[in-house]
């Protein structure tokens, strides 16, 4: 086996790491280092913090995340569909006619619910 073919793989590596390593240690050697009191201030949204960073979120908060993680991930299927589509034929368009009926299903549900209620 000739060595030679990882070189380009090797090389990628290296410049990789470099451009991810070299502008930080550039910017920490060369850029200025006076701390005061207000740059190490904590800053949330342009007002003093209010609340301890450790409080509790609400279910809803993340109730609302996962739907939209599930049905963005649910979508994305429908990209290589698309690309595929005539490769696919009548039985690839009855199967995601099948998938998406069901995220419907799984859509009104969690309407009707009130999962996507913000109040």
Known sequence: ????????ILLFILVGIAV????QVIGYILG???PDAEKNSP?????????????KFDVRYYLV???FILFDLEIAFLFPWAVALKE???AGFAAVCVFLAILV????YEWKKGALDWE
């Open 1 to 8: 086996m000739n060595l030679d073919q990882y070189l380009p």
């Open 20 to 23: 991810g390593i070299l502008p």
């Open 32 to 34: 200025p280092n006076r």
């Open 43 to 55: 800053y949330e949204c342009g007002f003093e913090a209010f609340e301890d960073a450790r409080m």
């Open 65 to 67: 995340a996962i739907l």
């Open 88 to 90: 696919v034929g009548v």
């Open 105 to 108: 299903v799984g859509f009104v």
